[in-house]
């Protein structure tokens, strides 16, 4: 199979086999005390290669949330702030130009576990969608008045 790399007992650090030069045929035991002592490093290996593999990907964690420091945001609304949803339909269309990109404003009503939120009108009805926090950004209106859910919403649709 293609791009699939056999699980070898050697050091792939040094990239060489735990293997002395073989410069000819050799005896059985020979080949088995070799092999043996492939395989008693074998533990060891995988330890050290997970232990890169996670260093690793966390290096690329840290990498990305630097490169995208200033494009990465976790609003975590709080019920009753106001936001503003992003209209996914309309970037698959050819005159997107002219459509709404955003709909709102809207009131969060909870955030799930998942990190989803559900939403209300201004006018008290609540979405039967969820809606993802990647969707959602905060809607700044003129005065700096806040809301309390239950203003909406019924406190039994809460539940």
């Avoid at 990239?15 to 002592?37: E, N, T």
């Avoid at 260093?55 to 200033?70: G, V």
Wanted: without cysteine; aromatic residues 12%; hydrophobic residues 45%.
């Amino acid at each position: 199979a293609h791009g699939i790399e056999p699980l070898l007992p050697f050091d792939i650090l040094l990239a060489q086999f735990l293997f002395p030069d073989v410069a000819g045929k050799l005896s059985d035991a020979d080949l088995l005390y070799m092999r043996a002592s492939q395989l008693e490093r074998r533990d060891e290996d995988i330890a050290h290669l997970r232990q890169r593999v996670i260093d690793a990907r966390f290096k690329s964690i840290a990498d990305f949330e630097r490169r995208f420091a200033n494009t990465i945001h976790d609003y975590n609304f709080q019920p009753g702030a106001l936001v503003l949803v992003l209209n996914k339909k309309i970037e698959v269309g050819t005159n997107r130009k002219f459509r709404p990109r955003y709909f709102g404003p809207m009131v969060v009503v909870r955030r799930t576990k998942g990190g989803a939120y559900f939403l209300a009108e201004l006018n008290g009805v609540v979405s039967r969608l969820k809606f993802a926090a990647f969707r959602l950004i905060p809607y700044y209106p003129r005065s700096r008045k806040t809301f309390k859910v239950t203003q909406f919403v019924d406190p039994a649709d809460l539940a």
